[in-house]
């Protein structure tokens, strides 16, 4: 029996078809983008992945399909942790996952589903499987509920309900603290709304504005030759001042629980959420 339709696969590919930065989700797709270096790229906007999405949202532990809020920060933090989904994995620091998890908890995740759905032996599964569970629609969204609902105590200060909080609660409940995802909270609201005429429109821009690298609290954004060689000079020189206390901060802060790789989006990361 096909699961109630909460997202349509066409909602999932106009939100990819949203960045020129990222490849496709889907290989039926016309989209013609490599994608950067140092991500293992795929399809998870599939039929396939979408069914298992829906599953998700409709099952009653979640029961989330009905509310268009909480399907919209979803696909909004999961477009954002996966380059709009076209990774599941980043070699950097082996994490895997529609949330990107580090290896460390990926048993933790998996018990946790098995919490929420007895019986199914996700533990042992994923202690076989390795990153290929993650990689797997039937397990993939599943993962993500189980971190929104229980795996989030791994992070100080967590341990809630995720498809209730405010998308700020769940940044910080996903990454250890808050970065800006304001243009993918932006994009998927549009796909929601349209998805056929957000893609008519090309209401996006063909190309990354900005690269953003977050270094803990501290955010530097490299635009465009436009600013002047003497203002780049002197943030480069800020940089690498403020780059030593972030870097003694982090290290000092950082868990193995959820210490993680983030990836580099470019875009409009200075949009406000609409």
């Known amino acids: 029996q096909q699961p109630a339709t909460c997202v349509s696969r066409q909602v999932l590919e106009c939100i990819n078809g949203a960045s020129s930065y990222w ?3 889907n290989a039926a797709q016309s989209k013609d983008v490599a994608g ?5 790229f795929g399809h998870y906007c599939t039929q396939e992945w979408t069914d298992a999405l829906n599953e998700m949202l409709h099952d009653p532990v979640v029961d989330k399909c009905a509310d268009t809020d909480a399907v919209h920060k979803l696909l909004a933090q999961v477009a954002y942790e996966t380059g709009f989904f076209s990774t599941v994995f980043q070699p950097a620091d082996g994490g895997a996952g529609l949330i990107h998890m580090i290896p460390g ?3 933790r995740n998996a018990l946790d589903m098995d919490g929420l759905w007895p019986g199914h032996g996700y533990a042992p599964k994923v202690s076989v499987m390795g990153k290929t569970f993650f990689q797997t629609p039937a397990y993939g969204w599943r993962s993500v509920a ?4 229980r795996t989030n105590e791994a992070i100080p200060g967590c341990g809630i309900d995720l498809f209730d909080r405010p ?5 910080r409940c996903i990454l250890g603290h808050v970065n800006n995802r304001n243009e993918a ?4 609201g549009r796909c929601l ?3 056929a005429s957000a893609k008519t429109q090309r209401l996006f821009e063909a190309k990354p504005r900005s690269v953003v690298n977050d270094h803990d609290s501290l955010v530097v954004e490299a635009r465009g030759a436009g600013h002047g060689t003497a203002v780049c000079l002197a943030a480069i020189g800020v940089l690498v001042v403020l780059l030593g206390f972030s870097a003694a901060s982090r290290a000092r802060r950082a868990s193995p629980h959820y210490s993680r790789q983030e990836l580099a989006v470019p875009g409009a ?3 406000e959420p609409i």
């Open 269 to 271: 990361e200075d949009d």
């Open 23 to 25: 490849p496709k989700c």
């Open 185 to 188: 909270f932006n994009i998927v």
């Open 105 to 107: 908890n990926w048993e």
């Open 146 to 149: 189980a971190w929104f609902k």
């Open 193 to 195: 709304r349209s998805p």
């Open 36 to 40: 950067p270096t140092g991500y293992e």
């Open 167 to 171: 998308f700020k609660t769940q940044t």
